[in-house]
């Protein structure tokens, strides 16, 4: 199959997909729509079918999940995406003025693109930042507290090459390059992350805790969060320490427990950590399989295969004869329909209205009533 894309983007796509255990390769599905708008702008059908041909799907089922997601844009998106929040908070406090400005300052309406390509218009439902309303985004950076004015500043801003500060967040970047970072690689521009910061109403708690001596029982701010790898070579080194702590086994010097003075209870046995690594077991399974053979068990499934687990079993089945007794009451509770008209619409009743309504036909006035009908 012959695609349009990049082989740095196949190669990327194989590095997405080495991300995930091998039998679990679809859940590499969401980063890979995202790679291949980091590409063409929007997921296309081409796009649909690359990700279906690296990952062993059909198309209807990347398309699907393709559909589902907002992030994901099915036809061609101007380099700027611009969300204006047109939900309660936002709307009262003048979301949807915003928005009706910036319709018709570009020209364009919901999901619609500038016809230079730049920028692509569309209300959200919620942006999740009602304490800075009303708001918008662009590609998903906040601008807060924006009017009608401040709105078409920004959007001419973008038109005109620049790119305006957010209010919080990083730089602004294109849509496909914002892609290519939520696909999970990293903005490589210089200073990429370097504006933007936090606003007053999302320091508002903070600062109320400190004011009144508020804190977590128990937590250091100061103290310093460790690596993955300072953190595994920690649980290694308690694991060495407790094994050098444990009693020696029993043949090295130690009395084993089963020489214990008559009525006098065998010591506990010490917990021992192990410094080998853990091995899956042989009849390891998902938890979807587990599941499923829980709940209906089969040849397979000779035992329930989890502690504590208790399989389902069906009652006892009835008898010959009680089953036909039952199936002799309902057929007899149940009689089949016939082919008789229903109650009312006996054919007697229906030829004396039609010939009533023939016979008054000629000479009724239009306001007078329809008596066959009534009848």
């Not at 999970?184 to 805790?209: H, I, K, N, S, Y």
């Amino acid at each position: 199959m012959s695609t349009t894309f990049s082989e740095e983007t196949r190669a990327r796509a194989r590095e997405i997909i080495a991300r995930y255990p091998a039998d679990r390769s679809r859940s590499a599905l969401l980063p890979l729509l995202h790679l291949v708008q980091s590409e063409e702008g929007y997921v296309s059908p081409a796009g649909i079918a690359f990700c279906a041909e690296v990952l062993g799907l059909n198309k209807a089922q990347v398309g699907a999940v393709a559909s589902f997601y907002t992030m994901y844009k099915r036809r061609p998106t101007g380099d700027w995406l611009v969300s204006v929040c047109t939900n309660t908070m936002c709307n009262v406090l003048g979301g949807q003025q915003v928005y009706d400005t910036l319709a018709e300052h570009l020209g364009v309406g919901h999901d619609e693109t500038t016809a230079d390509g730049t920028i692509t218009l569309e209300h959200a439902e919620c942006l999740a930042a009602c304490d800075y309303g009303p708001v918008m985004t662009v590609n998903y950076d906040f601008f807060d507290n924006v009017d009608p004015h401040t709105a078409v500043g920004v959007v001419d801003e973008l038109r005109g090459g620049g790119r305006p500060v957010p209010s919080r967040g990083a730089r602004l970047c294109t849509l496909k390059e914002m892609s290519v970072q939520l696909a999970g690689f990293a903005d490589e521009r210089e200073g990429a992350v370097a504006d933007g910061v936090p606003g007053d109403p999302t320091l508002r708690g903070l600062r109320l805790a400190q004011e009144h001596g508020i804190a977590v029982s128990g937590f250091d701010p100061n103290t310093p969060i460790r690596s993955k790898a300072e953190a595994d070579e920690a649980a290694e080194k308690a694991k060495a320490e407790a094994a050098e702590k444990a009693p020696p086994a029993a043949g090295n010097g130690a009395r084993p427990a089963g020489n214990a003075g008559a009525g006098e209870p065998a010591p506990p046995a010490a917990a021992v950590g192990s410094t080998t690594r853990d091995v899956k077991a042989p009849d390891d399974k998902s938890p979807e399989v587990r599941a499923a053979e829980t709940r209906q068990p089969d040849a397979k499934t000779a035992v329930p295969d989890a502690p504590g687990t208790k399989v389902p079993v069906d009652g006892v089945p009835p008898s010959p004869r009680d089953a036909r007794e039952a199936e002799a009451a309902g057929a007899a509770a149940n009689p089949p329909a016939g082919d008789g008209k229903p109650a009312g619409d006996e054919a007697g009743t229906q030829e004396r209205n039609l010939r009533e309504a023939e016979a008054g036909a000629g000479t009724r006035s239009p306001n007078a009533s329809d008596r066959g009908a009534q009848k």
